[in-house]
C-alpha cells in the first residue's frame, strides 16, 4: 500500500527530544571564536575570529550558522547542522562552508562523561588532491559559555593529527 492508496490522510507523529538532543540544546545562544588552523608541522598556526549564532529547530535540530575570516584574511560563512537519530544510535549532522564545494555529513558519539562529542566525517585529501581521508569534529564543553572544536585528520600512519583549533565564548 503506497500512501497515494489511501483514503485517510497518513498522520504525522511528531517526534520529541530525547536526552541526546537536549544535550545539543547546550549550543542554542550567540558565541565568538578564536581559531588556529595548523597548516604543517613547518608553518606556524594561522588564526582567525567569527561568530556564530545557533537555533534550535523544535528541539531535534541544532542549525549554527557562523561568518569568520579564513586564515588568508577572506571572509567565509559556515552552517552546521546537528541532531540526534534515535533509530541508529548515533548523532548526526552536515557542515558546509562558502570556501568549499564539499559537504561533511556527520556521525557521532558521546563519550561516557557527556562532556565530548566525537563526530566522524570523510572528506577531501587536501595533500593528495583527488583522494579522500577520515576527519572528526570534536565538540567540548568546558562550561556553559565555554567549548572548543577540534578537527583532526588520520594520517598515511593511522594517527590522529589535529588541524584545528576554535575556542568558543557565549556572548552575554
Same mark, same amino acid.
Given at each position: 500500500?503506497?500512501?497515494?492508496?489511501?483514503?485517510?490522510?497518513?498522520?504525522?507523529?511528531?517526534?520529541?527530544?530525547?536526552?541526546?538532543?537536549?544535550?545539543?540544546?547546550? *549550543?542554542?545562544? !550567540?558565541? &565568538?571564536?578564536?581559531?588556529?588552523?595548523?597548516? @604543517? $608541522? #613547518?608553518?606556524?598556526?594561522?588564526?582567525? =575570529?567569527?561568530?556564530?549564532?545557533?537555533?534550535?529547530?523544535?528541539?531535534?535540530?541544532?542549525?549554527?550558522?557562523?561568518?569568520?575570516?579564513?586564515?588568508?584574511?577572506?571572509?567565509?560563512?559556515?552552517?552546521?547542522?546537528?541532531?540526534?537519530?534515535?533509530?541508529?544510535?548515533?548523532?548526526?549532522?552536515?557542515?558546509?562552508?562558502?570556501?568549499?564545494?564539499?559537504?561533511?555529513?556527520?556521525?557521532?558519539? *558521546?563519550?561516557? !562523561?557527556? &562532556?565530548?562529542?566525537?563526530?566522524?566525517?570523510? @572528506? $577531501? #585529501?587536501?595533500?593528495?588532491?583527488?583522494? =579522500?581521508?577520515?576527519?572528526?569534529?570534536?565538540?567540548?564543553?568546558?562550561?556553559?559559555?565555554?567549548?572548543?572544536?577540534?578537527?583532526?585528520?588520520?594520517?598515511?600512519?593511522?594517527?590522529?593529527?589535529?588541524?584545528?583549533?576554535?575556542?568558543?565564548?557565549?556572548?552575554?
Amino acid at each position: 500500500m503506497t500512501v497515494s492508496d489511501t483514503k485517510e490522510p497518513m498522520p504525522c507523529v511528531k517526534a520529541e527530544p530525547e536526552k541526546e538532543h537536549k544535550w545539543l540544546s547546550k *549550543l542554542i545562544g !550567540e558565541w &565568538t571564536f578564536e581559531a588556529e588552523c595548523f597548516m @604543517g $608541522p #613547518d608553518n606556524p598556526p594561522m588564526k582567525s =575570529t567569527g561568530a556564530e549564532k545557533v537555533r534550535s529547530l523544535d528541539g531535534l535540530w541544532m542549525v549554527g550558522e557562523g561568518t569568520s575570516t579564513t586564515p588568508d584574511g577572506g571572509p567565509c560563512t559556515t552552517i552546521m547542522t546537528l541532531g540526534y537519530d534515535p533509530s541508529t544510535k548515533h548523532f548526526v549532522g552536515t557542515f558546509i562552508a562558502s570556501i568549499m564545494t564539499h559537504m561533511w555529513q556527520y556521525k557521532g558519539q *558521546l563519550n561516557k !562523561e557527556e &562532556t565530548i562529542l566525537t563526530l566522524d566525517t570523510e @572528506g $577531501p #585529501d587536501f595533500v593528495n588532491p583527488g583522494k =579522500t581521508c577520515k576527519y572528526q569534529d570534536i565538540v567540548e564543553y568546558k562550561d556553559n559559555n565555554n567549548r572548543l572544536l577540534r578537527s583532526q585528520v588520520l594520517d598515511a600512519n593511522g594517527k590522529w593529527q589535529q588541524i584545528m583549533t576554535a575556542h568558543y565564548r557565549r556572548k552575554v
